[in-house]
């Protein structure tokens, strides 16, 4: 069966940095793609960053320059990087797998879901 679970949310000020982290039992980040997302209140699930198994990205346009994901095949663990955190960042964010070959921010095409760490950006 496999499991996600996300870590690393909290509450920062615009600004900030926090680090998320998933990791994955009974799935090899090794095949296919990840990507985190996330979820606003009264959003759709969107998109933020995607990474194959080569380790090409793709971030959502308002990301790109802040975020950054990373994924520890040996750990089995993806990491989310965000910096110069805004309060629009605010949502839950999820992370997925069992995605494409190739990087993609489309959430019809995972597979694997956690249940999401809250990510609070606000003064």
């Known amino acids: 069966q496999v499991q996600l679970v996300e870590s690393g949310g909290g509450s920062v000020q615009p600004g900030g940095s926090l680090r998320l982290s998933c990791a994955a039992s009974g799935y090899s980040y090794s095949n296919l793609g990840l990507g985190w997302f996330r979820q606003g209140p009264g959003k759709e699930r969107e998109g933020v960053a995607a990474?194959?198994?080569?380790?090409?990205?793709k971030y959502e346009e308002s990301v790109k320059g802040r975020f950054t994901i990373s994924k520890d095949n040996a750990k089995n663990i993806i990491y989310l990087q965000m910096n110069s955190l805004k309060p629009e960042d605010t949502a839950m964010y999820y992370c997925?797998?069992?995605?494409?070959?190739?990087?993609?921010?489309?959430?019809?095409?995972?597979?694997?879901w956690g249940q999401g760490t809250q990510v609070t950006v606000s003064s």
């Open positions: 997925a797998a069992g995605g494409t070959w190739y990087p993609t921010l489309d959430p019809a095409n995972y597979s694997y």
């Open positions: 990474i194959d198994d080569d380790g090409v990205t």
